[in-house]
């Protein structure tokens, strides 16, 4: 999406359009950014981020900004216009604003490339309430997903608002929106009303995905990642990474990761633990390796979706927002190391979307041998991944190897971190493990998708399925 910088005459129309709200308290930082268009300051040496955490704090902006960008702000003034105070304040970087109709508009902060600017920065206002929300595995029983058909001209938030409930998110471009209801007796009516709405093309539940068990230290040393990038540029093959923050410091990924994209606040990184979503990241680069032979550089790259921060737990759809995020990213590939029990009409219509359009889905068959479909795994548009044991010759005895598992790989892996070695088993690894090996075949042969697919669920089935 190509995004122009707003005039200063258009951005004060939109600045004043969008401040219809009651004076804010006063920040702590020394910024106030009140509802009448003017704004006061007196800022020395502040951290960038604090002053856009005080700025999405007290304005009505989704404000996004590139990571690591590791400025200060100082200066003073008084009474300026919305509009002169931006320029004041984000004087060393550029920033664009993207009006939105129905819902709020979005500030983006960058130094180059807006489309750089893809971390969130969420008011500790608003974390403060998610955090109190407790999400478990299994169907959220207050919240729903509501789909409106296209053209429908039903506002949503007065829905929602006739219906009790609050719009918490939303995804934009496919008329998808979350409902949360004080007690699920609410929700039970509000669906009732809502199948009967004409204007409504489907309600569904949320369901609550755990964050994947962290992986053990071990007293061994993990075989080298013989991969380098390449060091023409040009386009390659992305994959899509939707799961935990990827850690860039003190892993062997760093070089191949494209900036990440957070769905759910700031990471819950660590420098003694690895993250899951850094652990799949090594396990791709290893099954592209392997894809490779000899050849030892390479233009893949990987697109981290943190759909947990710091939560243990999120839902399937942060999940699917990941995945709408990955897309619009132009991700190629999309691997997915997580599943829930229950098949979502929200994540079968995005994965639907992503895959009429020529995009590759991966998705872990889940580590309980019970034979029931595990999703999105199970989707027909999906390949499903199971592990294999450490011959290889068959099925690990805790995976999964239902009728809609299409491919396997080893269930195991190690992952360096700060000079240390991590080991985990699962079929996480496999699928990730796949996602590297269809970006190698795609990358080197130049085969579409679909034929990747083909070679995948031909060459990778699962030992006794046959091809």
């Known amino acids: 999406m190509k995004i122009a910088m707003l005039t200063l005459g258009f951005l004060a129309a939109v600045i004043v359009s969008a401040a219809n709200e009651p004076n804010p308290a006063p920040s702590a930082i020394g910024l106030n950014w009140n509802a009448d268009g003017m704004a006061s300051a007196q800022l020395e040496k502040c951290p960038l981020e604090k002053v856009l955490l005080s700025l999405s704090e007290q304005s009505r902006w989704q404000v996004f900004v590139e990571p690591e960008l590791g400025l200060h702000v100082t200066t003073r003034f008084k009474n300026l216009t919305h509009a002169q105070a931006l320029r004041r304040l984000l004087s060393d970087v550029n920033f664009a604003i993207i009006p939105s109709p129905k819902a709020l508009s979005k500030l983006l ?4 490339s807006s489309e750089k600017a893809v971390v969130r920065i969420i008011p500790t206002t608003r974390l403060a309430k998610r955090n109190k929300v407790k999400i478990k595995p299994g169907k959220i029983p207050n919240e729903l997903v509501v789909t409106l058909e296209p053209d429908s001209g039903i506002d949503i938030e007065d829905l929602a608002a006739e219906l009790g409930a609050k719009v918490v998110g939303k995804i934009d471009g496919l008329d998808i929106y979350r ?41 061994i040393a993990a075989p080298p990642l013989n991969l380098r990038p390449s060091s023409v540029d040009g386009d390659g093959i992305v994959i899509g990474l939707v799961d935990s923050s990827v850690q860039r410091n003190g892993s062997q990924v760093s070089d191949f990761l494209l900036p990440e994209i957070s769905m759910a606040g700031p990471a819950a990184d660590s420098t003694d633990q690895v993250n899951h979503g850094t652990s799949m990241a090594e396990t791709i680069l290893r099954g592209l390796s392997a894809s490779l032979d000899d050849q030892q550089e390479t233009s893949v790259k990987i697109l981290p979706i943190d759909v947990y921060g710091q939560s243990e737990n999120t839902s399937t759809f942060e999940v699917a927002l990941g995945v709408q995020a990955a897309i619009e990213a132009g991700a190629d590939i999309i691997s997915l190391s997580l599943g829930s029990d229950e098949q979502n009409d929200l994540m079968r219509a995005v994965i639907q979307a992503g895959a009429s359009s020529g995009i590759l889905f991966l998705a872990a068959a889940g580590n309980e041998p019970t034979g029931q479909p595990v999703y999105p795994a199970a989707q027909a548009e999906v390949i499903g991944v199971t592990a294999l044991n450490r011959s290889g010759r068959s099925v690990a005895n805790y995976a999964n190897s239902g009728s809609f598992v299409e491919a396997a790989a080893p269930g195991a892996g190690v992952t360096v971190f700060n000079n240390q070695t991590f080991y985990g088993t699962g079929t996480s690894f496999s699928t990730a493990y796949v996602a590297g090996v269809a970006a190698g075949i795609s990358s080197t042969q130049g085969l579409p998708m679909l034929e990747v697919r083909r070679l995948i669920a031909t060459e990778m089935n699962p030992p006794g399925t046959g091809p």
């Open 109 to 112: 902060v960058y130094k180059t």
């Open 179 to 219: 409902l949360r209801f004080e007690n699920e007796q609410q929700a039970e009516k509000a669906q009732a009303l809502l199948e009967k709405n004409e204007g409504v093309a489907s309600v569904d539940s949320n369901y609550g995905i755990a964050r994947p068990d962290v992986l053990s230290p071990v007293g």
